[in-house]
């Protein structure tokens, strides 16, 4: 039993990133039917700034502020410069860009700095547990949890009492539909960059802290689960990507210490074949996103 | 396809399409393999200069091109990006490595594989053919769930193949040497294979483009839901080009791994995938001359780039090592196309259909337009399926009835009209008789057969229809596509009589206009095209949602002409739908008017222009 409760909390220390990323990119697929897989390189930024800082020496309460803005400004940069020219094509042209903005960015970082990775040190409180009864709880898995839940709470009042909240509400229900009601599209989508960007650029601090490098191509795997995470909540719904990274990050937990060593190799294999299951019989996801309320 | 029936005294119900599309096929086959020949003589010139290196990068040269005509085949004619077919290549790569690789070798490097593997000891090509079979049957699998779903679902259940592929084989240590490469392939030497390779690739490519399968695949890549109201099923074709792409992306597996001799799990990642798309999409993914021509220009970028990238003498300068640099230019270069030129530096160019109209063009327009003119030949005979009618036929969207009960007939042979003010629920109606949308309640029926299903089944069984939003496939040539329905109805709709896909043209007065691609056309002409479209399928009724929108009156009285003509000609029933009172009332036999859903009057054009309650729901609601 301890056993089970100690697996979720470290479940939902991980999945609380994965979540805050997938409702980022579950945000920008209701916007504008995009599966942004650049969106990962907001982590790379982030962690590069923090190499910068902090070896300069700068304080780590200056330098998490500073890793997020960073976030954010290349969220809306990547927008600005390539998604809003290809805003009407196909879905094939809007996946294969994001693709092609990822490579760029893993080449451009290999060539600025370079392919072996730079290490800073993780602040004392990263790592620090605490014993509470027969648990032992890592103080910085509490913060991240914490953390995600008020910006859960946070998105949730943006889109109720805002009018960028209900603009993208609307966008996400009818593009054009919302464009005719004086939507505008260009502040919306930049907007919803931003957001996805703010988003993942604390989810980059709370990971980043712990992970102590950067490297050029450290954005894709989270990415993937972030991606993972919002297809199985259902691409577009915002509590879907929620609940669907969680429960990613725990069942990655729950693999991990149950599975024997010669099958663990192929759980991220098995969690593929259930999307693919998915996919197929429930396009889409586990959220009925036509009759389930969206943030 | 193949095949000649032409009665004597009637129209020749074979069109000559087919005959223009072998020759273009063979021309533009030709074209590519000398194109490929230039390609592969360049590589050697360059190859003489320098050291073996260069031998090999032209035998690279030649075997990514073998993978990216693999997914030309799919990608290209369906219009749906496919991650997964070098996870087919890999499991054929795999196939071929296990069932060649030395017995003595494989005691070394898997002695615990299943299935008696480490006694098998095949010749290379043997083994080649065994593993390309089994490409096949792998692409069949993944095709099957992939070309059933559409668009992302179907990339993202690909691109998860893809890395369950991988997974796999790094795990299956017994089986595939995990992370240590399976090594002592027998390898090739040379590079006449590869360019063999290469010309088979190039050969499946381009008879694929111009086969029936290929043809109605193109057709539902520039539009899923027009190919649908022509008949044309999305899944098969789809299907056949995935596992066809499938073979072909496995044939270059196999080579890749003859040539460097071993295969590990990271050999067709995700990365390498990245690469061949780059190849494919930079040089147009459309035609198997912007496939060569990409590969051509990835592949010389990234030698010049890496070139630069290792910090040489050069330009009495000594560069800077730049790693990374191939990287940078492989994506900055699809990126850069992906903005500006999404379909590729060459677009729909294909070097053989380029140089035929070259050609063509200099010696007489086509010839085989010309040779019908309208007066020669009779109209078919007119269907004698029977009605097209429906009963107590609704929709209701959430609350809102948007058709409510209606209850009418078409007879066959008359053209009827269906009018009504704006929200009416006209083109709602028409979506219910063809299949878009799904009725609430009551049903359709033409003459016995009630219709019911997906689309293109009902267009199968006798309902054209054009598009209030002109949907014509815009890639595709004038000529195509017409010739494209005309081939559903030759498999579908042979019962009828056809008048073929030149008098369709002569009728829409598009035979000048037909090598044009469609989207290049006006909008009335587009809008004619439609309607020849429609006509191809040999429908009992055509179905014309508001065929005179956006038209002058002018326009539309000569559009009144049109109808009734292509409507004699092909022997249809037509029910026509608009909200302008005068050209319904000069081109319809009978009349339904529908207001806020349901029938509010039905009768003759006198009647209907007479009956008050029309006169009340048109000059009461409908001038707004």
Redesign the interface.
């Known amino acids: 039993m301890t056993d089970v409760v100690q697996n979720l909390i470290d479940g939902l220390g991980a999945g609380s990133t994965y979540a805050l990323l997938a409702v980022g990119v579950s945000m920008l697929f209701g916007v504008m039917h995009l599966v942004n897989f650049a969106h990962g390189e907001l982590l790379t930024v982030g962690a590069y700034v923090i190499y910068g800082m902090r070896s300069n020496g700068i304080s780590w309460l200056a330098v998490i502020p500073v890793a997020i803005a960073s976030a954010v400004v290349l969220s809306m940069l990547i927008e600005l410069v390539a998604f809003r020219r290809v805003r009407s094509a196909s879905a094939f042209t809007l996946l294969l860009t994001s693709f092609a903005i990822e490579i760029l960015s893993h080449a451009a970082w290999r060539i600025g700095v370079s392919s072996t990775p730079r290490r800073y040190e993780a602040p004392q409180i990263a790592f620090k547990v605490v014993e509470v009864g027969p648990f032992n709880i890592e103080v910085w898995d509490v913060i991240s949890i914490a953390v995600a839940v008020a910006c859960f709470a946070g998105t949730a009042i943006m889109l109720r009492t805002t009018m960028f909240g209900l603009a993208v509400r609307a966008a996400s229900e009818d593009f054009d539909a919302a464009r005719l009601m004086g939507v505008k599209a260009n502040r919306v989508i930049s907007g919803a960059f931003a957001f996805a960007g703010l988003l993942a650029g604390i989810a980059g601090a709370l990971w980043l802290v712990r992970r102590g490098q950067a490297d050029p191509r450290m954005g894709a795997e989270p990415l993937l689960k972030a991606v993972i995470a919002a297809i199985i909540g259902g691409l577009g719904s915002l509590p879907g990507a929620v609940v669907g990274g969680l429960s990613l990050g725990v069942a990655e937990v729950f693999f991990r210490s149950w599975l024997p060593s010669d099958l663990q190799g192929l759980t991220d294999s098995a969690v593929f074949v259930v999307i693919a299951v998915l996919f197929v019989v429930r396009p889409q996801g586990l959220f009925d996103v036509e009759t389930a309320e969206r943030v | 396809m193949t095949g000649t029936t032409a009665s004597a005294a009637t129209a020749p119900s074979r069109p000559t399409a087919p005959a223009s599309m072998r020759r273009l096929a063979l021309a533009s086959l030709v074209a590519n393999l000398v194109l490929l020949l230039v390609v592969f003589a360049g590589g050697r010139l360059y190859a003489s200069f320098g050291s073996s290196a260069r031998d090999l990068l032209v035998v690279d040269l030649l075997v990514n091109l073998v993978l990216v005509l693999g997914f030309q085949v799919f990608i290209g004619n369906t219009?749906?990006?496919s991650f997964g077919h070098l996870g087919i290549a890999s499991v054929g790569a795999y196939t071929m490595a296990l069932l060649a690789v030395p017995a003595d070798r494989k005691a070394v490097l898997i002695p615990n594989a299943p299935w008696g593997i480490p006694e098998i000891e095949l010749h290379p090509f043997v083994a080649s053919l065994i593993a390309i079979g089994v490409g096949v049957l792998v692409a069949l699998l993944l095709g099957l769930?992939a070309a059933?779903?559409s668009?992302?679902?179907a990339?993202?259940?690909t691109l998860?193949?893809l890395?369950?592929v991988r997974?796999?084989a790094?795990?299956r240590k017994d089986l595939t040497g995990g992370a240590q490469n399976l090594s002592s392939i027998p390898r090739l030497d040379g590079w006449s294979w590869a360019l063999v390779g290469a010309a088979i690739a190039v050969t499946v490519a381009v008879l694929f483009r111009s086969s029936r399968t290929g043809r109605l695949a193109v057709a539902t890549r520039e539009d899923e839901l027009a190919a649908g109201a022509m008949g044309i099923e999305v899944f098969s074709p789809r299907l056949i080009a995935f596992v066809v792409g499938g073979a072909v992306v496995t044939l270059g597996g196999v080579l890749r791994v003859q040539s460097l001799g071993s295969i590990g799990p990271s050999q067709f990642s995700f990365?390498f995938t990245?690469l061949i798309?780059?190849m494919l999409?930079v040089g147009g993914m459309r035609t198997v001359t912007g496939a060569i021509v990409g590969t051509v220009f990835i592949t010389v970028g990234k030698e010049v780039t890496r070139f630069l990238g290792d910090g040489p003498d050069f330009l009495g300068f000594r560069w800077p090592v730049?790693?990374?640099?191939p990287?940078?230019f492989?994506?900055?270069s699809?990126?850069v196309v992906?903005?500006?030129r999404?379909a590729g530096l060459l677009g729909e160019f294909d070097l053989g259909a380029w140089l035929r109209r070259r050609v063509r063009g200099s010696t007489s327009p086509s010839g085989d337009s010309s040779a019908v003119t309208e007066d020669e030949v009779a109209p078919v005979p007119a269907s004698t399926t029977g009605a097209l009618r429906t009963d107590g036929l609704g929709v209701t969207f959430g609350g809102f009835i948007a058709v409510d009960e209606v209850t009418m007939r078409v007879e066959p042979g008359t053209i009827h009209g269906l009018i009504g003010p704006n929200g009416a629920g006209k083109t709602t109606f028409v979506n219910l008789l063809t299949g878009l949308v799904t009725p609430t309640e009551g049903t359709v029926h033409l003459g016995e057969l009630e219709l019911n299903g997906a689309p293109y089944r009902r267009a199968r069984a006798g309902i054209s229809r054009t598009f209030q939003n002109l949907r014509v496939f815009p890639a595709l040539s004038v000529r195509e596509n017409v010739a494209v329905v005309d081939l559903v109805a030759h498999a579908h709709r042979s019962h009828r009589e056809g008048v073929g896909v030149d008098r369709l043209l002569v009728l829409a007065g598009l035979a000048e206009l037909a090598e044009r691609p469609a989207s290049t056309l006006d909008y009335g002409n587009q809008r004619r095209l439609e309607i020849a479209r429609a006509a191809a399928l040999r429908p009992d009724y055509l179905l014309l949602d508001e065929p005179t929108s956006g038209m002058s009156s002018a326009e539309s009285l000569e559009m009144v002409g049109h109808v009734r003509r292509v409507a004699t000609a092909i022997g249809a029933g037509v029910l026509v739908i608009d909200h302008d009172l005068g050209f319904i009332t000069n081109i319809c036999d009978r009349i339904t008017v529908l207001d806020q859903g349901a029938v509010l009057a039905e009768g003759t054009p006198d009647e209907i222009q007479r009956d008050p309650r029309v006169i009340e729901a048109y000059l009461g609601s409908g001038h707004g």
Request: hydrophobic share 60%; glycine share 10%; aromatic share 2%.
């Open positions: 219009g749906v990006l769930v059933r779903t668009g992302l679902a990339t993202m259940i998860a193949f890395a369950i997974q796999v790094e795990n990365e990245i798309l780059a999409v730049i790693d990374g640099l990287d940078l492989l994506a900055g699809l990126l992906l903005l500006t999404p």
